[in-house]
């Protein structure tokens, strides 16, 4: 088997630059456009202010936000979920009917966890247009993902299987399309990422690039895509 030339993977990693670009200015240009997200984004803030707003409990926001543990806790609890309902999918796929059922009963339990971590981190940014409206998004993917594994969860308690599993495929293609707004959230866009935290590390000393990789052109080095 021929093995690929510098330059096709060049051009292989710049289509993939593009798509990745050509993806995130799309679900921008959409909630640049969709003023009715703030609506919605006001009814969601109103409804958790007693459990992460300004009046909620300090040490309750402080555990979800994951003060304790020196970062964001969502990025962490939203794990379980997402790894319980892939394996649901895996184990399906394998016929081990007794593991896959048991994945997606305890990925329904940790889903309300990972919810409330991530509309505490959520609601911190609510001022910036574009995460409070991809927020309320992914927040409603999340919803039906979860809605549809709790009915793939009543299914094959009523001896549906086959109905139960292709429920379950539903929610994993739904929650992995807000997988992708989650990295939107914070890879792109920075919430959850201390505004300081570059500063910090060159007031250390320390160089908050590497300084000895090969300096970039300049339109890569513009690009925050560019790795």
Known sequence: ???????????????????????GDGIDRLTDSS?????????????IAPMVGDSAPRSVR????????????????????????TLTSIFDLLG??????????AGVVAAGSAALSGLAQWNEVTDRERPRRIGVMHSSLNTVATGLYIGSWVLRSRGQRGAGVATAVAGLTVVSLSGWLGGHLSYTLGVGVEEDAFVRQVASGQPAVNEDAPEAEPEQALDPLAR
């Not at 003023?35 to 409804?47: M, N, Q, S």
């Not at 081990?96 to 009963?105: F, G, S």
């Open 1 to 23: 088997m021929a093995s690929s030339t510098p330059t096709q993977s060049a051009n292989l990693s710049t289509a993939q630059r593009r798509l990745g670009q050509a993806l």
């Open 35 to 47: 003023p009715a997200l703030d609506d919605v984004a006001g009814a969601i803030k109103a409804a």
């Open 62 to 85: 402080d555990a979800l936000l994951g003060s304790w543990i020196g970062h964001p806790l969502h990025p962490i609890i939203v794990t379980l979920p997402l790894g319980a309902w």
């Open 96 to 105: 081990e009917e007794r593991a896959a059922d048991l994945c997606l009963r």
